[in-house]
């Protein structure tokens, strides 16, 4: 089951002359192993021939052969400072047809020349493109990369939709089969097509010749390969979030410009791209000094983020474009604190002694967990932050929500203020699983008062309201609760399918069959009956 908010951690394998070569400084294993370790990632081994290490979901930079080196060459002191990319303007064009925007409606591109495409650089790249999928890109939803060879295209180029009978030839076959045909027999359209699901119309790239580059985000075609001889490289970059895939493409170019690739600009309708100017971000030296426990002056901070491929020019870090990890000054302290060394941090014993027990609170949630996976049902744990639009509008009703003041994106503007849209957006990604789908999640919700819930979701064909109220009934009956249960109403619910739960008259749940609407509104055509039950409330009214 894909469930949203769980990212594991990517593991590359890169080769290590081609890393040293990179780095521009000959290592032994010990120092690689020891310098590694510390730049913030978790080294596996090092072998005569290859490194294997673990990227950090924070740190999509990273996942390249160019990238990994890039950094580490900053860390060791090679090449400190702040890499700058120069973008040549071009007369590329890529035209984005209104019919994507309800499909895939985000895309953007570029072009690298020159590329001297090793068998270390294809590896590389090759590489590159499959982690940030199935970890930046949350396998290919948010952002699915293409790579083709520019000069089998013909500019302009256009971003649409075609119906399923319209043919092509994908990568690994040798004959034009339908985009239906794709989604059925081809093992990446068998392994993806449920990002598709529901849509009668699928995104396709087409050039000026009308050939197909690729139908994003399932594959490319046969007619624009790249290959061994292949010198000049056109990405593009299609997902459902804007800032992700501009961040993808900006990773992608600079790690192609790592190996002497030319960047080449694509006006994409009233914007170009890539833009890779640093970023920058105000920093307050006591706040870092106070976070770090140290005593930094300004030169010391400006030698510390050069370390980390950054520059310091009072108040401000400035960062390069491919760091998507960097959102606030606490990052910057992070990065500061991998280049001044954890090992030169002093260990210090607190002036207070005191015996540490478990949360009481916390023995409650967890007896709740075992319960609720006694019953069958399989944990699931999504992110605070969310959408207004998930929190309200699909839900059929209006919540207030606590707003960001400077959320990066819009699909994580607010914080949620219940548990149940998160989970309905864990099931409509999972659509392709078999039923029943059983779920629920302990977590924080924010009213604004910051309160625990717990929320239980079932989808099955024959779901009911009686079948949501046994799992219920059976969870208090196990906690020794006496509560009554009264009809109520709620947009979210089918009116007369929809009640509220009391204990010693305190409101503390809501349970029923979620209305047809919201499941259409989360594209669900299975009928699903929830619960969400307020546990702060209910360990209080134990205590």
Partial sequence: MHVAAQIKMPTITLNKQDVLKQIGKS???????????????????????????????????????????????SFIGTKKGLRTYSVKASDYIAKIDKKTSKVRPFAVAAVVKDVNLTDEAIESLMQVQEKLHSTHGRNRKKASIGVYDLDKIKFPITYTTKPQSFKFTPLETNKPITLKQILEI????????????????????????????????????????????????????????KNTIEQALNIIVTS??????????????????PNLKPKKIKINRDYINK?????????????????????????????????????????????????????NFKEELPNVSTIAQED??????NKVADILVGFGLLETNTYNLTN?????????????????????????????????????????????RELPQKIFEIGDVFTPEEKSRVCVLIADSKVDYTYVRQILDSLLSELNLKYTIKETEHPSFIPGRVARLSVKDKEVAYLGELHPKVLTNFELETPVAAFELNLSDLYNILS
């Fill in 291 to 343: 976070i770090l426990g140290l005593k930094l002056i300004d030169s010391q901070i400006k030698t510390l983020v050069s370390k980390m491929g950054m520059d310091y020019k009072k108040p401000n870090v400035f960062y390069p474009a491919y760091r998507a990890d960097i959102l606030t000054q606490i990052d910057i302290a992070e990065d500061i604190a991998i280049a001044y060394g954890y090992e």
């Fill in 186 to 241: 081809h093992p990446k359209g068998k392994d993806h097509a449920y990002l598709l699901d529901n849509f009668k119309e699928y995104p396709i790239w087409i050039d000026a010749n009308n050939q197909v580059l690729s139908m994003p985000p399932i594959i490319n075609s046969e007619e624009t390969r790249v290959t061994e001889k292949t010198k000049n490289l056109f990405i593009d970059v299609t997902g459902t979030d």
């Fill in 256 to 273: 192609l410009a790592e190996r002497n690739g030319k960047i080449y600009s694509v006006k994409i309708e009233k914007e170009t791209f």
């Fill in 360 to 365: 009481t609170f916390e023995i409650f949630k």
């Fill in 27 to 73: 290592l032994s294993d010990e120092k690689l192993k020891d310098r590694i370790s510390r730049l913030g990632t978790d080294l596996e081994e090092v072998t005569k021939g290859e490194i294997t290490v673990e990227i950090f979901p924070n740190r999509p930079d990273l996942l390249s052969s160019e990238g990994f080196s890039r950094a580490l060459a």
């Fill in 388 to 432: 207004k639009k998930s929190q309200s509008k699909l839900m059929n009703t209006e919540i207030n929500c606590v707003e960001l003041e400077n959320a990066l994106n819009q699909d994580y503007n607010v914080m949620r203020a219940w548990l149940t849209p998160s989970l309905l957006k864990v099931l409509s990604e999972n659509k392709h």
